[in-house]
């Protein structure tokens, strides 16, 4: 549980504009939360629904102007959707990692399995994939940190590009572990399970297809 809750909410009916943020905190009566999420992954990371039943929040609470709670959500997605890549590139490194240690190990018709051309090119695909995606990332992060007109487009692209890549990299490293993989005895699985969920937070990876193809045709 969280000391304070950032919240939209709408206090007009004023589209867009009519969405204000305001500040909730944990002790706010009429506040409350609903039983734990039961998820395929981020099992490390609790989810339950935040519930308001007449809970009276005061206007010194508000941030920024009435109305403006839309504009500072749509802020924050450039740096969110930078994070989730960022989640992804990560879990994918250090499933490669631990492909790379266990294809070394594992041996089959007397030598290691890493010996064999097969999994050298599934390694050779997985790290290149993996190094694609955080130059991006990368030049994304550069964008956003330096107000880039085109910050959001490339935003988009590099959350896209480092989910799918990170989910396809994991995969491969649980193939690679063969039917140890699925086993909850390895780290693989679990990996396998909690990157599935990047290419939907943040804007689902359909959507940064949207996002780039519409800006690619404004130009």
Same mark, same amino acid.
């Given at each position: 549980m969280n000391d304070i809750y950032v919240c939209m909410v709408r206090t007009s009916d004023n589209g867009a504009k009519g969405i204000s943020c305001l500040v909730v905190e944990k002790d706010t009566p009429g506040l409350s939360f609903g039983a734990p999420e039961k998820k395929l992954g981020w099992n490390a990371?609790?989810?339950?629904?935040?519930?308001?039943?007449?809970?009276?929040? #005061? =206007? *010194?609470?508000?941030?920024?102007?009435?109305?403006?709670?839309?504009?500072? +959500?749509?802020a924050g997605l450039d740096g969110g959707r930078l994070n989730i890549g960022a989640c992804s590139l990560g879990g994918a490194q250090r499933c490669l990692d631990e492909a790379?240690?266990?294809?070394?190990?594992?041996?089959?018709?007397?030598? #290691? =399995? *890493?010996?064999?051309?097969?999994?050298?090119?599934?390694?050779?695909?997985? +790290?290149?994939?993996?190094e694609a995606a955080r130059a991006l990332l990368y030049l994304a992060a550069c964008k956003v940190a330096a107000n880039a007109p085109d910050k959001s487009r490339f935003s988009a692209m590099a959350k896209r590009?480092?989910?799918?890549?990170?989910?396809?990299?994991?995969?491969?490293?649980?193939?690679?572990?063969?039917?140890?993989?699925?086993?909850?005895d390895y780290p693989i699985e679990r990996f396998w399970r909690d990157l599935r969920v990047h290419s939907i937070l943040e804007g689902t990876n359909q959507v940064m297809?949207?996002?780039?193809?519409?800006?690619?045709l404004r130009q």
């Open positions: 990371s609790p989810t339950a629904q935040v519930i308001f039943e007449d809970c009276r929040v #005061p =206007v *010194a609470n508000r941030v920024g102007a009435e109305g403006e709670g839309f504009r500072f +959500a749509m790379i240690k266990y294809t070394k190990e594992r041996q089959q018709f007397g030598q #290691p =399995v *890493a010996d064999f051309q097969n999994t050298q090119f599934m390694l050779a695909d997985m +790290a290149t994939d993996l590009l480092a989910t799918d890549n990170g989910s396809k990299i994991v995969n491969d490293a649980l193939q690679l572990f063969g039917g140890y993989g699925y086993l909850k297809r949207m996002i780039v193809g519409r800006d690619l």
